[in-house]
């Protein structure tokens, strides 16, 4: 079954550090790969997508992501967090095949939490 | 993006009674979708809402228990039938302009179960 799995489920940073979340799927096909962040109290916003070309994506507040297919990853990554940024990360996949239906299976989400 | 307004925010219901919940969104969009996050888990799709035919589910949900309407490109429901603690969750309704777009998603509704 397709699957997405997020290798971290709770991470801890300071201020200034560098964040690096990891996001692998499981579907040899092509996808339509997305970052959603839902901040404390607040609904799931979308952060960055991919759906062709240049694998290296900016999305916004300083966040990219870097697709690489022949690892099946979508890490999402930020050169210095903010407190700001403490939210709930979730990473999700459309495969191609359902982009009619738009079936997005997420994966289980990476809390992060930043101290000032 | 599309405004998307979710009632209720939250309720607290008894076991055996049927909820609804409301989604309308600001413009007319081209998908619609349920998906239910339980405590601890992620999302997961319950159907797609078809405006103007049945909704198509994913497997695991059927329509007896999750039905929906969409009346129009604008609005949907889902209602939770017959509740037990287990549909305990939060219940979010995205929204997709068109093919090849991301989804944006409503605030949720936090079921309670008792």
């Known amino acids: 079954a397709q699957s997405v799995s997020q290798h971290n489920h709770h991470v801890i940073l300071s201020e200034a550090a560098s964040l690096e979340l990891g996001c692998n799927y499981s579907y040899g096909g092509t996808v339509n790969l997305f970052w959603y962040v839902q901040y404390p109290g607040q609904h799931l916003q979308l952060l960055l997508k991919y759906f062709s070309g240049d694998p290296l994506v900016k999305g916004i507040k300083g966040f990219e992501a870097e697709f690489i297919k022949s690892k099946f990853s979508f890490n999402l990554r930020k050169p210095s967090v903010q407190w700001s940024d403490t939210a709930e990360y979730f990473c999700?996949?459309?495969?191609?095949?359902?982009?009619?239906?738009?079936?997005?299976?997420f994966g289980q989400g990476t809390t992060l939490q930043v101290k000032p | 993006s599309a405004v998307i307004s979710q009632k209720p925010s939250r309720d607290i219901c008894q076991r055996g009674t049927s909820l609804t919940i409301q989604c309308q969104v600001d413009s007319q969009v081209t998908m619609m979708f349920w998906y239910r996050q339980q405590p601890g888990q992620s999302l997961t799709l319950i159907a797609t809402?078809?405006?103007?035919?049945?909704?198509?589910?994913e497997s695991g949900f059927v329509i007896d228990k999750f039905p929906i309407s969409r009346p129009n490109l604008t609005f949907s429901t889902l209602t939770v039938s017959n509740m037990s603690p287990e549909d305990s969750s939060i219940y979010l309704c995205?929204?997709?302009?068109?093919?090849?777009?991301?989804?944006?998603f409503g605030d949720g509704t936090r079921l309670s179960i008792l």
């Open positions: 995205s929204v997709q302009v068109g093919l090849n777009q991301p989804q944006h």
């Open positions: 809402a078809n405006q103007g035919s049945e909704a198509t589910y």
């Open positions: 999700a996949v459309i495969p191609h095949g359902s982009s009619n239906t738009g079936k997005l299976i």
